[in-house]
Nanobody
């Protein structure tokens, strides 16, 4: 299972940190990713992290503002979001994929957490 938390309402320029607690052996040791879906838009990949190497991947629109990290001991992945913009408003989903690499389908999805950025 994947349990995301940390969403909320923040003003533009502010920060939020999302957390995702993973349970179950397969999911806990899988690569992790964050996706988001804004109202009326398609779901998009935001960031991913390799569970073994900690290498990361970001969508261009969040580079330099968002940081994905993980704590293996706690089976938790984080998404630190700084300099938030109204266009970051979306439901954010924590995901996992058992295949190698960070690109491609993510098979496991948690419930989303809503992030709202006011202007």
């Amino acid at each position: 299972q994947l349990q995301a938390s940390g969403g909320g309402l923040v003003q533009a320029g502010g920060s939020l940190r999302l957390s995702c607690a993973a349970s179950g052996r397969t999911i806990s040791t899988s690569n992790k990713g964050w996706f988001r879906q804004a109202p009326g838009k398609e779901r998009e990949f935001v960031a991913g992290i390799d569970w073994g190497s900690s290498s990361t991947l970001y969508v261009d629109s969040v580079k330099g503002r968002f940081t994905i990290s993980r704590d293996n001991a706690k089976n938790t992945v984080y998404l630190q979001m700084n300099s938030l913009k109204p266009e970051d408003t979306a439901v954010y989903y924590c995901t996992a994929r058992s295949a190698s690499g960070l690109r491609g389908p993510y098979q496991y999805w948690g419930r989303g957490t809503l992030v709202t950025v006011s202007s």
